[in-house]
């Protein structure tokens, strides 16, 4: 005979339970209390396990964010003070007393040094130099003089720079054919 777990049971319900024992049949009764309260919390568990993850995600993710927008724009203002570079170049070269030269020149390693605070700094690129299409880009083609090379830097017009190893602005050259 089947154990007596619940003693409420009426002298009816009794022999049922045992035939169905007997039969080898599961008794299929309701879910207590407890239990549809332990059902509902391990489901409202896995949905805050669920909200967690994506909160941290969305925080990462707006993080990350920020911080390429603030790279962006960093390298926005860069960009737009670099023709103030070219500038103070053009006005050295024109300059014809050397004091003028001086003044500029102390004008030019200041503002050198602003952008090597930022992280930029200009690209090496010399006039006889190979022409390299990752950092300058070719807006003028002259034809080689005797004895010159085909493909070789022959002016510059504006400097390169580069910013953690990407290039910000490509160096504008002359280029022999």
């Known amino acids: 005979m089947a154990k007596r777990e619940d003693k409420q049971l009426t002298e009816e319900e009794e022999p049922v339970?045992?035939?169905q024992a007997e039969s080898g049949e599961e008794v299929q009764s309701e879910p207590s209390e407890l239990e549809k309260a332990l059902a509902a919390a391990e489901e409202y568990k896995r949905k805050w396990y669920s909200v967690s993850a994506e909160y941290d995600n969305y925080?990462?993710?707006?993080?990350?964010?920020?911080?390429?927008?603030?790279?962006?724009?960093?390298?926005?203002?860069?960009?737009?003070?670099?023709?103030?570079?070219?500038?103070?170049?053009y006005a050295y070269d024109g300059a014809s007393d050397e004091k003028t030269k001086a003044g500029i020149d102390k004008i030019i390693k200041n503002f050198n040094n602003i952008l090597s605070s930022l992280g930029v700094e200009e690209?090496?690129?010399?006039?006889?130099?190979?022409?390299?299409?990752?950092?300058?880009?070719?807006?003028?083609?002259?034809?080689?003089?005797?004895?010159?090379e085909a493909n070789v830097v022959k002016l510059i017009l504006k400097k390169g720079y580069r910013r953690e190893g990407k290039v910000i602005r490509f160096a504008q050259v002359s280029v022999t054919i």
């Open 123 to 148: 690209i090496p690129l010399n006039v006889g130099d190979k022409f390299d299409e990752s950092v300058a880009e070719a807006i003028m083609n002259v034809p080689a003089e005797d004895g010159e």
């Open 17 to 19: 339970i045992e035939e």
């Open 59 to 89: 925080r990462k993710r707006t993080q990350a964010q920020a911080a390429q927008a603030y790279q962006d724009g960093k390298a926005e203002a860069i960009l737009k003070l670099l023709p103030v570079a070219d500038t103070f170049g």
